[in-house]
């Protein structure tokens, strides 16, 4: 049974954290330029555990209670995702891309946290899938169980983002070629406005 909880865990987790979004696609960058990559990702799994724990201990109920709360979360969802995309865009025209190469000066600590706790706490999204969809299906879980569910969900994150961001220097010979930033950025913006889009379906009528 506890076997299957965390295998459960992990699965829901892995399955929601995999697909690309600003936070994922800045530790890829990160990654790719070995810029911070061991106090990024470190950061990454501290912050997907303290919001999938809150999820799971309950906040995940009253955010879905809430239904006020959520359409206020899926707007300004919307218009972070959005934004975001255009300036994925903006990039890719403009090719102001990250480059890779000898001479590239390295981000300061400081401005790399700030744009982490920026990317996962300013951006809803991050909440609609660690405390709303994660959290939600952990806080349905029997208590004596959910702690097994969240050590499955905090493994899923610590293998994506340990992948992502130590497996992304496999990449620097193809990301050494400015279309491959190009294409990279313009499937970032595609993927803030799909996500964006699906959005809309939480937004309802308040009774």
Known sequence: ??????????????????????????????????QYVGIAVFLCIFF?????????????????????????????????LSVYAFLSF???????????DNENKTNPLKK????????????????????????????NISNDLKIYFLLGAVTASAAWFILLGFGARFLIPLFKKP??????????????LLIAYSLIDLIKEIP
Do not use: R
Request: aromatic share 10%; no cysteine; proline share 1%.
């Open 48 to 80: 997907d555990f303290v919001l999938i724990a809150s999820g799971v201990m309950g906040l995940g109920y009253f955010i879905q209670g809430n239904q006020l709360l959520i359409n206020s979360i899926a707007i300004i969802g919307i218009v972070f």
């Open 90 to 100: 903006k990039s890719a025209l403009k090719n102001e891309s990250l480059k890779i």
């Open 112 to 139: 790399v946290i700030i744009m982490l706790l920026v990317f996962t706490f300013l951006n809803p999204h991050t909440y609609l899938d660690t405390v709303l969809l994660i959290g939600g299906i952990g806080a």
């Open 1 to 34: 049974m506890i076997s299957e909880v965390i295998l459960k865990g992990f699965v829901v987790t892995f399955s929601l954290i995999v697909a690309i979004g600003a936070q994922n696609a800045y530790i890829l960058k990160l990654g790719l330029l070995k």
């Open 179 to 192: 279309i491959t930033w190009k294409i990279l950025d313009i499937s970032i913006g595609i993927i803030m």
